[in-house]
Nanobody, 117 residues
Framework: QMDLVESGGGSVQAGGSLKLSCAASVLNTCGMAWYRQAPGKEREMVSS???????TYTESVKGRFTISQDKSENIMYLQMNNLRSEDTAVYYCAACPNILTGVYNYWGQGTQVTVSA
């Protein structure tokens, strides 16, 4: 069992930056990801990082967001720069994707990011 706790969300003006953190309760040997869900929209993957450090990004955040991890502290980060109003959403961290389905087994409670124009 793994608990994930996100932090770092908040309100910022367009063009600003935020850094989200996701702390895992146990040693993590899995891939992890950041998802987000905006009001009235489906949850979407924003970025992922494998245990070996391979990263992916959804097209809309490429060049603006950076995912990273500190394995010694069991923390994953999402640095978000040049934020836009369309980045407003609840951001969730997830860990340990099922190798067959890709569905993540563990989820955090979410942290709100609000970007005002």
């Amino acid at each position: 069992q793994m608990d994930l706790v996100e932090s770092g969300g908040g309100s910022v003006q367009a063009g600003g930056s935020l850094k989200l953190s996701c702390a895992a309760s146990v040693l993590n040997t899995c891939g992890m990801a950041w998802y987000r869900q905006a009001p009235g929209k489906e949850r979407e993957m924003v970025s992922s990082i494998s245990f070996l450090g391979t990263t992916t990004y959804t097209e809309s955040v490429k060049g603006r967001f950076t995912i990273s991890q500190d394995k010694s502290e069991n923390i994953m980060y999402l640095q978000m720069n040049n934020l836009r109003s369309e980045d407003t959403a609840v951001y969730y961290c997830a860990a340990c994707p099922n190798i067959l389905t890709g569905v993540y087994n563990y989820w955090g409670q979410g942290t709100q990011v609000t970007v005002s124009a």
